[in-house]
């Protein structure tokens, strides 16, 4: 799916994406298990963050770096972000163990839009325009997304036109674009979410725990 200003834009578009009835060229949500892929990609395929880089969370100096690929308008991820993400944070990245960056994978139009008003927030509040999309998902993946969309983005900051001037960013839409191509092309990445623990692929809504055995070994005790 090649994303376009007009196509992210487009009333009809927006209206199929939430309703379910698009689906020519979409990925597909992950709905098999989690499970490791093998294969690990090269380290400078892993990290080509795209365009305008990645948002990091986390000590440069932590041992495990945490790459995870998501939709916005994915259920697993938004079910990711409520549940994993907040023990996540709390036992590793507050600490000092792990550096976490979330890139972009939008599997529609809709998803786009999200991860642009994240960008577009700023660096300081990217993340936390993420965790209130995934957290207030049902609110704006609707029928007419684009109000809802605007009065979540608004606590952020983001005045209407700020907002208007963002869904019209072409530039930006196209380094998203580059960001999810490259996962495809480079990472093997089809679903979502995917992460990458030090390099290695794991696919799923993971737990903490399936998160914790991947993390702990490459921790130095004491």
């Known amino acids: 799916m090649s994303l376009t200003r007009r196509r992210l834009l487009s009333a009809t578009a927006l209206f199929g994406l939430a309703g379910g009835g698009f689906t020519a060229g979409l990925l597909p949500y992950l709905t098999s298990p989690a499970h490791a892929d093998d294969t690990p990609p090269s380290p400078?395929?892993?990290a080509d963050a795209g365009p305008d880089g990645d948002v990091m969370i986390g000590s440069e100096k932590a041992p495990v770096t945490v790459i995870e690929y998501a939709s916005m308008t994915c259920p697993h991820c938004a079910h990711f972000s409520a549940t994993t993400f907040p023990e996540l944070q709390k036992r590793y990245i507050d600490t000092g163990k792990v550096r976490y960056t979330l890139r972009a994978f939008p599997l529609d139009a809709l998803a786009a839009a999200g991860f642009m008003l994240a960008r577009c927030a700023g660096n300081e509040k990217y993340m936390p325009v993420v965790e209130?999309?995934?957290a207030k998902q049902a609110d704006w993946v609707v029928k007419e997304p684009i109000p809802p969309l605007k009065e979540i983005t608004k606590q952020f900051g983001l005045t209407e036109d700020a907002f208007n001037q963002c869904l019209?960013?072409?530039?930006?839409l196209d380094a998203i674009q580059a960001v999810r191509d490259h996962a495809v092309q480079k990472l093997g990445v089809n679903s979502t979410p995917t992460f990458f623990i030090n390099g290695k692929k794991l696919i799923g809504d993971l737990?903490?725990?399936q998160m914790a055995k991947e993390i702990d070994p490459y921790l130095k005790e004491g």
């Open 132 to 134: 209130t999309l995934f």
């Open 168 to 172: 019209s960013n072409q530039k930006l």
């Open 44 to 46: 400078a395929d892993l």
């Open 207 to 209: 737990s903490i725990d």
